[in-house]
């Protein structure tokens, strides 16, 4: 097929050959600080789908040089949003390729004139491989969809009398068993059934592979002598927190550093200076998860002052970091916070909404919050990639606990365990470790979901992910998640917590909701006996369409979802007495896949309509999960009864 997938083949060949381990500098979240500005993209860009048969077109032509209307027609496309289902094309839905968006930005004079000034554009997710131009001049490449991006353009916008800038960012979507998910273009040769040249995108994972800019795109300011990443660990001696800080810097050799820790009340309980160091917080106020403690999520702030000397003079900057103060750690049977047993009552998510697709949308960021507290959830897993910094910093505010995973999804096929893959997948923890360490909320790395481990490379393979998310972040446990039926999962020995998903009832012995108690049974005593492990029940639901009733229960209808539940708990209760150290439901919401007869317009588990709308099996779980926060919670208090009343 000329110039077809190939061609972007050819494009992410090399590039995905070029990963260079251990990253360069930090990816602090951009904040706003008297040293600092930042400038939201937020809003309409121009747009255009690169339809051309190799999906080449906008490199020979080098779209890029000008701006995008001048080389062909421009569609209006919100950013953040998937590009899928904004508009009425079926084509552009299902659309395999190149897509180019691009902004004109006018800029404050100062920033284009005081030379002391750094500008970085940032790029919070762009889904799958981005090219990044500004004023038709290269300033960075990226692959993976998930986690941000930056280029220092200083030099670009300080060069000359430019008000304005113009952003051009081409966005692939296409996966190959190299990326993360992993993918395959399938090329269909048989044209007595498929036009010349078709091809599709196949996936191995269970939801649309929307693409775009999902995350939003901004610009900030630091002067050129700069605070570049913060690592905090915190450790708790009697009631004494004690919060380890290392603190890099960028642009200078000549600097101090103050920092002082900062109570919620904007008192200073800590002091120190020195690019590291430990802060002792008397009497501290740990950061509890929501319903475990009467004081749910107290952060502290880590206000950190860089005083420079630089070639031009004295120069200051100023970052401000929430900080929690906790302890996570795993024993044989128990998954503790703070020292107390912790259990997971909680589900997984996805980035999934009507029109957006996966693009990030405050409103809906808000109303998922408010449902997870409505719900009694103290935890999500963030299945199966990882979501947006504004999720988890809203976590971090309201004790949501979070089991942090990658995109190692469908990683299924043995090419997808090769050192191309590996090589990849160790980067991508580098950058997730590096993008969310300092949340307190985030207790777990998860380095995948269901990979084929029985496959030959995979112990190696999971081996290597594994000891490199430990050497890069020793503070927290690592898991994989795999499913019942891999009962040789290579990689399982290498995890601090088993997490396992499981669908009795559901994907096979289907209807009969009996088998499920014995069988869960047998899942959890084979998995314990053989690696004395924590764990947890990491997936489990059933197919819902809200509306659908049928009693006795039949399969789609709400009646089987709850029953389904029903049946799982009465195991569950049993297991966590012992060694379950818990439970997340699948899915929160419904949310949307790939077309196939077995799901009518998207994957129906969620206990929530895809627009938030509870389902019957809502409300049950909702009891249930009140009453194991009532149970497990380690302060005993009212307040929980008066927060759920
Ligand atoms: C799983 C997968 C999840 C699917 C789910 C299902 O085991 O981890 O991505 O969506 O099952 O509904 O089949």
Known sequence: MPGGPAAFRALLGPLLWGCALALQGGMLYPRESPSRERKELDGLWSFRADFSSGRHQGFEQQWYRRPLRESGPTLDMPVPSSFNDVSQDGQLRSFVGWVWYEREVALPQRWTQDLDRRVVLRIGSAHYYAIVWVNGVHVTEHEGGHLPFEADISKLVQSGPLASCRITIAVNNTLTPYTLPPGAILYKTDTSKYPKGYFVQDTNFDFFNYAGLHRSVLLYTTPTAYIDDITITTDVAQDTGLVNYRIFVQGTEHFQLEVSLLDEEGKVVAQGTGGWGQLLVPSANLWWPYLMHERPAYLYSLEVRLIAQTAAGPVSDFYTLPVGIRTVAV?????LINGKPFYFHGVNKHE??????????????????H??????????????????????????????????????????????????????????????????????AVVMWSVANEPKSSLKPAGYYFKTVIAHTKALDPSRPVTFVTNSNYSTDLGVPYVDVICVNSYYSWYHDYGHLELIQ??????????????????IQSEYGAETIAGFHQDPPLMFSEEYQKSMLEQYHLVLDQKRKEYVVGELIWNFADFMTNQTPQRPVGNKKGIFTRQRQPKS???????????????TRTVSHNTFCNIRC
């Open 331 to 335: 024993t044989e049977s128990r998954f």
């Open 352 to 369: 999934d909404s009507d029109i957006r697709g996966k693009g990030f949308d405050w409103p809906l960021l808000v109303k998922d919050f």
């Open 371 to 440: 449902l997870l507290r409505w719900l009694g959830a103290n935890s999500f897993r963030t299945s199966h990639y990882p979501y947006a910094e504004e999720v988890m910093q809203l976590c971090d505010r309201y004790g949501i606990v979070v089991i942090d995973e990658c995109p190692g999804v469908g990683i299924v096929l043995p090419q997808n365990f090769g050192n191309v893959s590996l090589q990849h997948h160790l980067q991508v923890m580098e950058e997730l470790v590096r993008r969310d360490k300092n949340h307190p």
């Open 518 to 535: 014995l069988q869960l049974e047998t899942q959890f005593e084979n998995w314990y006996r053989a690696h004395q492990k924590p764990i």
């Open 617 to 631: 099996a809502a409300f049950l779980l909702r009891d249930r999960y009140w009453r194991l926060a009532n149970e």
